[in-house]
Each structure stands twice: as C-alpha cells, then as structure tokens.
C-alpha cells in the first residue's frame, strides 16, 4: 500500500475574489469558503479570518488544527467517515499544503473556570503568533485559516463539537482542493512490505498509539477513528499510512491536550519509523490503534490484547507507545508497555510530567521496573513563556476573549505546539 | 495518602479502579472499584441492583480489613 | 572564602572504628585531607577550621553534634561548609548529610558533602544538600575534592550549577523543563533502536521504587470497630466551604454526616477536575458510601460509621502533598478512636 504526497509549499495566504493556488500563493474567496461551511445547518454563522506567523494575533480556545489536505479522485475519500463514505485510506496520492494550517476555535463554552465548563471542546488551548511563544511552537511558522463556527442557540453541545469536527474537515479539504490541477513542489512516499516480509536481521518495531480517553466520556455522533466514536473499541492494526491519511482525527477531549489532527497526518513518531525503515536501519511493521478505558477490566484486557497483537501478529520486536491525555490513559499505557514486556517486545513510553512539584518522584504517576525506558516530553509547568499584548483575538466568545487579552504569561501546556504528546515536542525534563 | 495512614498504624482499604496505581505506591488492602466515574456505583445498573453493588464492594472491603494478608480484590 | 570543613574520627586522623565513639573536636585549620582541598580551593579561599567527630557519637548524639558544628561556623564566620568525603561509610554519610542540612538551614551558607551513591546519606539528604558522587574508593580523594571545591565556589558566588553529569554530583532529583534540539520522536527512535541492541540507554524519568509496608492489622473485630470513610475524589459540601482545588490539593477538609442515612445530592458537589462527576454528583454515596455503610451499622456488621467523612482532591497529587495529607487525617483519626479507614479513589 503506497501512499503519496505531493506537498504543495505555501508562502502566503490571503481573502481573494478566487479560490485558488498560484505557485506558493493561497488565495481564499471567503465567502465561498462560508457557503461550504454553512452547509452544515447546524451552523448560524462562521467567523473566518487568517492569521500569519508573526502577526500580532492569539486565538482561542483551540478546538483543533488540521494540514489542508486533499485526496486526488480514485485515491479513497477525504476524512472517510466524517465528510463521507467510508473507504479505505493510506494509498494513492494526497495533495499537501505544507505551511498552512485550519485553526478551529470552539466558540461554545461560556461559563465555569476560565471561561469552559467542561472538558471536551475548546479547553485552554492558545495559538500565540507573535514572539517567544510562537518561536518554540510548531505552528508559529505556518500561514492559518482560524474559523469561529457558531451553532444556532438551540443546537445540544455533542451536536456543535459534530459540527466543529466536519467543519475543520470541510474546511482543510476547500483549501487543499486548489492543489489538485497543480504540479507539487516535491513528492513523498510512503510504503511498508507487510509484517510478513522483510530483512530477517533488521529489527522488527511498530507503534501502539492510543486515540482517544474514555474517561471523560464519548459523544456518541463523535468522530475519532474512520468516524467511529470508539466506545467499546478493542486494539486495532492500523497501517501507518492510514493513520496519516484521514483516517484518524483527535477526540473532543481535554481540548485534546497536546494533541493536534495535524500531528496525526504529520505524526511525528511515525515519521521516525519511516525514517529507520527507510534508512535501512530497522524494519517498520505496523501499527495499533487503542483506547484509553475508565473501567479496569476494559484497560487489562485491552493492553493484553494489544501486546499480544504486536508480539503474534506484527512479530514486532521493539514497539514505540503514547498515551492520550491524562491519567488513566497513563496507567493504560504502562500497563500495555508491562504486557508487552512480558511477551518479550521491548517498549519505549513517551510521558507527560505529572508532577507538579518539579520532583523526580512523583514525576511518573505509576511505576513499573520492567518499562524502563521513558522519554518524557515534560508539560514544562516550570516553564513561562511572557506574553505581549496582542492587536488582535480570535476568541469563540467574550468571556473568553477577556481572559485572553489579559494574559501576561503562560506555561506550554497551555499554548499549541509546544508540550505535544505526539512526539513532536522539543521539552525535556533534566534532572538536577 | 494509604500508605502514610498505614504507616501511622490504621488499617486501610483502598476502593479504586486504578488497582495497578495502588499495587505500585504499596497499598496494602486495594479493592477493584467500578469505574473511575463511579467507584462504588454503576449507572447501567437499577437503583437496587446499584445498591447490591455497593453492599458487596464495602463487604470486600471490610473482608479485606479483618484479613492479615496483603489483598487485591 | 573561609571555609569550615567536617571529619569523621578515621579521616581525622584520631584512629579507626575503636576511636568511633570520640566526642567532637574543633582544630585550627584543615586536617587529613583538608591539606589537600586546601590546595584545590581557589586563591584567597582557605579552611579556617575543622570538627573531627567519632561516626557512632555522631548518629547517637545528633542534635549535640548539630549545636556543636553550627557552633563552630558561626565563630569562624565561614562562607562555606563541606563534610567528608565520605565514600561507602554509612554512618559517617548520615552525619555529615545531617550536620549540612543543618548548617545550611541555621546560617544559610552553602554546604556541599560528597559520599557514593549508594551511602544511605544519599536517599535522605539529596534533597536539600548537594552530594558529590565520591565512588566508593578513596583513591579518587583528589578528583572528589576537585568537584567540592568547585562546586563549593559556585555555591558561593550564586553561580548557577549545571547539571549533574557534567559538575559531578547525585542527582538531587528535580527537574528543570528545558527546550533541547531532539523533538521526542526523535529521542523514542533513539532509545529504541538503543534498547533493541542492548546498548545503555537513560530513561529520561528515572524509574523508582516504593518502600513496601508492613499490613497493619485491626486490633478489634470489625463487628466493634469505628470505620472512617475517606475519599480523594474531591466530595465536599455544596459550597466548597475548604476551597478545595480541581487538582493539585494541599488542603484536605472533614465533613460532618451527623445521622444521616446517606449522602444527598443536594448537599454536596464535587470538586475533582480530572474526571466526569456527573454520576458521583447525582449519587454521592457511589463515592462515599454512607447509605451502606449505615445499614452496616445496623445490621451490626461494623462497630459505627465514624461521624464525618475526610476528603481531598487527589487529581495529579506530587507525593509529598499526599503524603503529608496522609499523615494529617492519619492523626485526627487516631484521635477520633477510628479503627480502620475504607478510603476510596477514582
């Protein structure tokens, strides 16, 4: 199964009469790109600005960000299960622009604790676009279309978290559509000879990546994996190509903290296991796909059956795993690492820093001597970043756009693209 | 907080559902509890047959407070 | 800098492990291998003075050895304290982490030990006083006084220190967030790639252990004991009189049930943030079961349900805030005659 991208780099982004792409330019014809959204007739309205790297601008709270990507026809559907049918995908070429990104802001939770009352939607989450913040973030150097859809008032809040995800999706496939008559600027591909092939000597190592946390809850129309809402799901062999292609979104959750679609298409440990197996230096067998369960005997029986799919089916020798965000997808994850271990599959774990006391210690919510090698992408709560006072907010409501115009400082977990637990980040804790 | 309570000399019985948190920091007396969302209750179940649920999960408990050996249960 | 330095009975010069029980002793200037961090340490600095203590008198008398050494510092006005080397020597690492943390706390100067990793002094006193890893053997003194003195002199002149594998001290274990040049996948790859070839790796959270507990036993059947109920799911009063944070809780509050037969939805609420309490809101006996428990008490199956209940919020607690929370109900219930606790978490 190949799959190729044509990547398509974008320098600049701007409101247009046209939608179209020439050269590096992106040019929006906004209101167009407003029809497409309010298709969607849960939706009274939709703010759409852009937000360039640099610019004096902060928006917020984040719902998610997503790559434009668009599939080229008979390549399998864009974001199956979301904007359309379920067909397969992870093969046939997907058109990139690479430098831009769909920025979702969740306009809907005003009330509670600074500014949201619960945790799935828009929590906390801050694109910063100018200074010190936006130079240590992935995302400061990327051109952004930052949407504000607002539902009509009647609309359940599991009805307008649905239309914010089929809005990113809309929205990233409009954009990226403008590629599809144009020549990339560079192409990559991506394949893997199955898990029955390959160099006999070269180690054999996979992926086991949770996708979503049950434990604050599951809208039942929400869309995590070919569009399913996960609820009940058992491990399942994903191919890596699936998983950068659409095939996976991020969940309502913790405004999915540290976690980005975007970091899914672009994801980074993936990267890395394309980048050995390309290299020669390793052979990439697969990847697993799990959740994160609030009920024990779920959580023991989905990491048993996870390890067992890695040792049986992938025969993986060495497996990479992160967790969702949280807790309980904490211990989910060190115990799938503990079983795989026991099969003889050795792990390396990436961890957020639960500690809040700056401790060694209580930096590992859970211990176990057999998982013995962590790589920690810390949430850096010992880190500030200064903010300045910005020209421009993009907030999904007052409430909201109060908060953030009076911030002066903040630490990374509450900025995109810093503290990612998707293996992009730059953090590490060193012990002193 | 368990193991500092049991340090002092008290007895404890731990109801959670994150068993394998409590097996590692060495509680001594750790009972499964339900879900992280309701330990000792179960919203799938009738009023009554919740009720029974927890009768028998604070039995286990108890059990395991009169027992002189380390427990998971 | 004057520096006073800190000696057991061995490498003072008085003797052997016969010679343990020696009371302290104050002399002018270095002592043993005072003489040569005395040449280590930089030009104008100089060891003023130096306590020799027997390593039994030491750990059995701690709080006069304590006074004695403070004693000392203060007269000589030191700008710096260093104890040791103290290699593999248990006792000796105990007294000299001891008199450091001691010193550093009454007169506020910098102090620096140095023992081996795996002294005891180590699991105690990192925390508070910085230890040059020594090794075990005393042949490597001279690159051990090296790193005292160096260390000792940033200490001094409040120059940051740098981390420990590059000065040469036990980690003390706290960690400092800091931007490096790998992104985390890159650091998994790495590591993995290490692991599957058996070659060494750091995990970048060191993995620890806990110390195991003896059970503690009920010293009266349960049909006649006191149960306390405790939670760390935040349960608290409607209102949240104790202002119990959504995490990271410090403060602990004890509510009254009175005769209540169970917990009513109306008078309480949930103060936890990291998990969906809807279910416990609408049933808060699902948390904290007073509805059974009462019949428990009815039914005589325990002795009485003790009169209030001791909650927290335990959402992403650093251990020494559990800890110590532990310790304070630990006491009021022992004061209260509790016999047993059923403490329930999400």
Known sequence: MRLTLAVHSISQTDFGSKTQLEGTRLQIDVEELRRCILQDRRLQSVDLEIARPGESCRAGYVFDIIEPRAKEPGSGADFPGILGPVTPVGQGVTHVLRGAAVTVVDGGQPGGELGYESRRGGVSKILEMSGEAAKRSSYGDLQHLVMVPRAHPDIKRHAVLNALRVASCRAAVFLAQTALSQLPDSTLDFELKGPKSGNGNLPRVAYIGQIHGHQHGTESDEHILYGANTRGMMPTPLHPNEWMDGAVVTSYSWGARGLETYFYQNHPIIGELYRLHQSGQANFVGAIATISSDQESEMKRNSMMAAQIAKWNLAADGVVLTKYAGGAPHTDMFETARQCEALGVKTVALTSDTASDNRAESALLINTKEVNAIVSHSEGSDVRFQLPTVDRIIAGNSEVADIMSGLSELTPDALCGIANNQGASRLQPIIY | MTTEMEKAGIPVAQVTPMTLVAETVGSNRIIRGRSIVHPLGDVDLAPEEEHELRRMLVQRALDALASEDRTTA | MKVVHYLNQFFGGVGGEEFADTPPNFLEGPVGPGNLLNQILPEGSQIVGTIVCGDNYAVENQQDIVSFVNAKVKEARADLFVAGPCFNAGRYGMSAGAVCEAVKSESDIPVVTAMSEENPGVDVYRGEVLIVDSGSSPANMRDVLVRIANLGAKLANDETVGPPSTEGYIPQGFLRTEFVEKTAAQRLAEMLMAKLKGESFEPEIPVTTFEPIPVPLMTTEIAKAKIALVTDGGLVPR?????????????????????????????????????????????????????VMREMERSGAIGSLHEEFLSTTGNSNPLENSRRIGREMAQRLKEAGVDAVILTST
Do not use: C, M, T
């Open chain 3, 239 to 291: 209102s949240n009189p104790d202002n119990l944070p959504r995490a990271f809780s410090r403060v602990w509050g004890a509510y009254s049930i009175d005769e209540r037969p169970k917990l009513l939805e109306e008078d309480f609420e949930v103060a936890h943030g990291g998990y969906d309490n809807a279910h416990v809101q609408q049933d808060p006996n699902r948390l904290v079961p007073v509805d």
